[in-house]
């Protein structure tokens, strides 16, 4: 039985198959183009579905339930901004596909992590407002994504999730 998603949960299942497919180089679909109402639509498909479906397989360590450093996709940050008493950071995140093209996955990863578009900085860039301090908080960002991101894959439920993407500072 389907369940009925809001139209925020639609807005996060999208956003988790557009950064899935930005991350792995695939082509997960989203939506189906509707002849009645002359317009794209979400195709009912969550990201966990796909993930089954496909058959998507991650390349796991099941003993220490890790991804090997070679497999893993690098998320690369920027911190555009830091407040003046270092408590706030506004980021920003970019990865790079196999085909070597720069993607920005700020919109994405807000999405997830926020659960809303991001805003923009002074230079229009799309950024995510962390807060916080006495830790490396690119690291909290792309740990809490990676966590967020594969939260609901059966075969990873005694991992650590938030270890299956890897980052560096830009």
Same mark, same amino acid.
């Given at each position: 039985? *389907? ?44 990201? *966990?579905?796909?993930?089954? *479906? ?39 995140? *970019? ?76």
């Amino acid at each position: 039985m *389907k369940t009925k998603l809001t139209k925020k949960q639609i807005e996060i299942e999208i956003a988790k198959v557009h950064l899935f497919n930005t991350l792995y180089g695939t082509k997960l679909e989203t939506q189906i183009f509707s002849e009645k109402d002359n317009e794209w639509i979400f195709n009912g498909v969550t990201f *966990k579905e796909h993930f089954e *479906k496909e058959r998507l397989e991650l390349i796991v360590d099941h003993e220490k339930y890790e991804i090997p450093d070679m497999q893993r996709p690098i998320v690369y940050g920027i911190v555009r901004r830091v407040s003046p008493n270092g408590m706030n950071r506004q980021i920003s995140l *970019k990865t790079v596909n196999n085909k070597g093209v720069i993607s920005d996955i700020t919109y994405y990863a807000s999405m997830l992590i926020d659960e809303k578009e991001p805003t923009l900085d002074r230079l229009n860039h799309n950024v995510i407002r962390v807060t916080g301090a006495g830790m490396d908080m690119l690291f909290h960002t792309v740990y809490t994504l990676s966590g967020i991101l594969f939260r609901e894959i059966e075969e990873l439920q005694d991992a650590d999730t938030g270890y299956l993407l890897d980052y560096r500072y830009i």
